[in-house]
C-alpha cells in the first residue's frame, strides 16, 4: 500500500524556522512529482507548493514565495519543506501528496492527487 508520512511539525516562534519531511512507505516518489498543502483552522485546503519528479521544476503560492523551499532527495525516498521567517498565519497541518497523474506546471495544481499523509501540525506563536 503506498503511504506518505509527513514530519518535522512543531511549535515555533514568529520568525522561527521548521523543516517538514514527507517519506514515502511501499513505493519510490522518484517517478512522482510532489505537493505540499495546508489547511488552517475554518479554511479550506490550499497548495503551497509542487516540485517535479526530477526536481527541476518547483512552484510556489504567493503566501509562501521567498521564505519556504521544497526539495528531494530521491535516493532517500524523501521530500522536504524547508519553511523560514515563519508568521503565526502559517498555522495549519500540513500535508504531502502524490498522484498518478500529477504534474507540478505552472502554479500549484490540487487535481490528480492519489496519496495523502495524515498530515503534521504546524502552529507558529509566541
Known amino acids: 500500500q503506498l503511504q506518505l508520512v509527513e514530519s518535522g511539525g512543531g511549535l515555533v516562534q514568529p520568525g522561527g524556522s521548521l523543516r517538514l519531511s514527507c517519506a514515502a512507505s511501499?513505493?519510490?516518489?522518484?517517478?512522482?512529482?510532489i505537493g505540499w498543502f495546508r489547511q488552517a483552522p475554518g479554511k479550506e485546503r490550499a497548495g503551497i507548493s509542487c516540485?517535479?519528479?526530477?526536481?527541476?521544476?518547483?512552484n510556489y503560492a504567493d503566501s509562501v514565495k521567498g521564505r519556504f523551499t521544497i526539495s528531494r532527495d530521491n535516493a532517500k525516498n524523501t521530500v522536504y519543506l524547508q519553511m523560514s521567517s515563519l508568521k503565526p498565519e502559517d498555522t495549519a497541518v500540513y500535508y504531502c501528496?502524490?498522484?498518478?497523474?500529477?504534474?507540478?506546471?505552472?502554479?500549484?495544481?490540487?487535481?490528480?492527487?492519489?496519496?495523502w499523509g495524515q498530515g503534521t501540525q504546524v502552529t507558529v506563536s509566541s
Open positions: 511501499g513505493f519510490t516518489l522518484e517517478p512522482y512529482a
Open positions: 516540485i517535479s519528479s526530477r526536481g527541476r521544476t518547483t
Open positions: 501528496a502524490a498522484g498518478d497523474n500529477y504534474v507540478c506546471s505552472g502554479y500549484v495544481p490540487s487535481g490528480n492527487l492519489d496519496y
